[in-house]
C-alpha cells in the first residue's frame, strides 16, 4: 500500500514562509492527483490546494490564493506546498492525501476524492 509521509510543519512567524513535503512510498506510480488539508481543534478539515498531473489542473482554497503554491516532482510522488505570507490564521494541522485508487469523484478539492492520507504535520504561525 502506498503510504504518504509528511515533512516540514514548524513554529514560523506572521509574514514568514514555508515548505511542506509529502512522499509516497510503498511503490507508489507516479501520477496520482494529491492534495494538502489542514484542520484546527473544533473545525472540520478543509481543502488548501490540490493537484491532479494528468491535466496540470490545480486548485486552491479562497484563503491561501495567492500566498500557497503547491507542486509535484518529476517522478510526480512528491508533492510540495510553498506556503508564503503566513498569516497567523494558517496554523493548522496539515494532512497530504493522495488518489491512488479509482473510485467515487468528488472534484479535486473535496476530501472524499482522495483515499490515502499522511499522519499530518504541524503548522504553527505566532510571534
Known amino acids: 500500500a502506498v503510504h504518504l509521509v509528511e515533512s516540514g510543519g514548524t513554529l514560523v512567524q506572521p509574514g514568514g514562509s514555508l515548505r511542506l513535503s509529502c512522499i509516497a512510498s510503498?511503490?507508489?506510480?507516479?501520477?496520482?492527483?494529491m492534495g494538502w488539508f489542514r484542520q484546527t481543534p473544533g473545525k472540520e478539515r478543509e481543502v488548501v490546494a490540490a493537484?491532479?498531473?494528468?491535466?496540470?489542473?490545480?486548485y486552491y482554497g479562497d484563503s491561501v490564493k495567492g500566498r500557497f503554491a503547491i507542486s509535484q516532482d518529476n517522478a510526480k510522488t512528491t508533492v510540495y506546498l510553498q506556503m508564503n505570507s503566513l498569516r497567523t490564521e494558517d496554523s493548522a494541522m496539515y494532512f497530504c492525501?493522495?488518489?491512488?485508487?479509482?473510485?467515487?469523484?468528488?472534484?479535486?478539492?473535496?476530501?472524499?476524492?482522495?483515499?490515502?492520507w499522511g499522519q499530518g504535520t504541524r503548522v504553527t504561525v505566532s510571534s
Open positions: 492525501a493522495a488518489r491512488t485508487a479509482s473510485g467515487g469523484w468528488y472534484g479535486l478539492a473535496n476530501e472524499r476524492s482522495y483515499n490515502r
Open positions: 510503498g511503490n507508489p506510480r507516479s501520477g496520482y492527483c
Open positions: 493537484i491532479c498531473p494528468g491535466d496540470s489542473s490545480t
